[in-house]
């Protein structure tokens, strides 16, 4: 078995090379054609641009391998049939699920090799093109840095805090102009920490210059300065730079609902649903239909291959291209109902889970079904 799996794993994949290269090339000229007259008023060499594309590899492999292993698992199967290979190795006494093996495991790879690069490269890989785009350009005197963001709001519904930052550094955590309220130190509840900047350091929030106030007795009189020190350290704030960061590109993602709507890495959804435990309806909807859909979204591997197995080995002698036509009528198909659901989820008119998976669930199980169907 093992020289059959062999076979059949080399059969697949290098037509599933094929279809990468090509789909990078095309990618690559097309891009290029559109961007090469902002690339040279931007100064960019050609070893700029080719790190530019570099870079941005990962994300567009996770938008075309799920496609390019559908197009070479239709072009592989409906091969094999046409030469009726798979008849010939079904009269051996192999069955057909024993056939799949070599199939399914490729699926599963690419299934977590997908999930890997979801979470780990593509977040990163816009950041670091855009900072290749301007590499050559000179910065802004008056412009925030690359890593810094200018008057900051963060909120923790968690601890009842708001936090108000002039500079924030998401990198190193560094605050300028902060300011926090309301908060309590010693038992006893202030009305405002400030401090002329603020630091994480060994897991704590430590402020400098800082200058406490409480609530004053009278009503609407200003706050009482009751506290003023150089430094000052607050283990009481158990807000994280990584859950500000959160926040920041949760906040973000907000303003671009019609874009990609699972763009957003699963540990940042955490960290801000830990620091928002009771969002809103329509946010709670949000947030849960983008963890789902991160989550759900690398399994199309899995999916387009179970889909193209009884499309790809049923018997007959076919013209291969059929399995291309295949293809594009199965991406067409899962990707409308895969945007509709995610619509749908986020709107609040379907369960999050539901939304995300029903994809998935209804083409794996109607791919498994028509493999069981066939003889």
């Known amino acids: 078995m093992r020289l059959l799996d062999r076979y059949l794993l080399r059969e697949l994949l290098i037509p599933l090379g094929y279809c990468l290269c090509g789909f990078l090339v095309f990618w690559v000229s097309s891009d290029l054609f559109v961007k090469l007259g902002e690339f040279q008023k931007k100064g960019l060499v050609a070893r700029d641009i080719a790190e530019y594309y570099l870079v941005s590899l990962p994300e567009f492999l996770v938008l075309v391998l799920p496609i390019a292993l559908l197009l070479a698992m239709l072009y592989t199967l409906t091969n094999h049939a046409r030469h009726q290979e798979i008849t010939a190795i079904r009269a051996a006494g192999v069955s057909l699920w024993r056939l799949t093996v070599p199939y399914l495991g490729v699926g599963l790879l690419a299934s977590l090799a997908l999930f890997a690069a979801n979470e780990l490269w593509v977040p990163q890989s816009d950041e670091r093109a855009e900072a290749i785009s301007k590499r050559h350009q000179a910065p802004d005197p008056h412009a925030p840095g690359r890593d810094e963001y200018r008057n900051l709001y963060f909120e923790n519904t968690r601890d009842g805090r708001r936090w108000r930052i002039g500079v924030y550094n998401k990198v190193t955590g560094d605050m300028t102009d902060v ?120 399994w199309t591997c899995l999916v387009v291959v179970l889909i193209a197995i009884p499309f790809g080995a049923a018997g007959g002698r076919r013209n291969v291209f059929v399995g291309v036509a295949s293809s594009i009528v199965i991406c067409f198909i899962y990707f409308v109902l895969q945007q509709l659901g995610l619509a749908l989820g986020t709107s609040g008119r379907v369960s999050p889970w539901l939304a995300a998976w029903f994809p998935n669930l209804s083409f794996g199980l109607a791919g498994l079904w028509m493999t069981a169907r066939i003889r």
């Open 179 to 298: 300011g926090v309220y309301p908060t309590e130190r010693d038992g006893s509840k202030l009305w405002e920490l400030r401090g002329e900047q603020a630091r994480w350091t060994n897991g704590v929030w430590t402020f400098y210059n800082a200058l406490a106030f409480k609530e004053a007795a009278e009503t609407n009189a200003p706050p009482v300065p009751i506290l003023r020190t150089n430094v000052l350290a607050v283990p009481e704030f158990k807000e994280t730079p990584e859950e500000i960061n959160s926040e920041i590109k949760i906040s973000d993602s907000m303003t671009l609902r019609a874009a990609k709507k699972a763009d957003v890495p699963i540990e940042d959804l955490l960290n801000y649903l830990r620091i928002h435990p009771y969002p809103s309806r329509d946010r709670w909807y949000w947030l849960h239909t983008k963890l789902q859909g991160r989550l759900a979204a690398p």
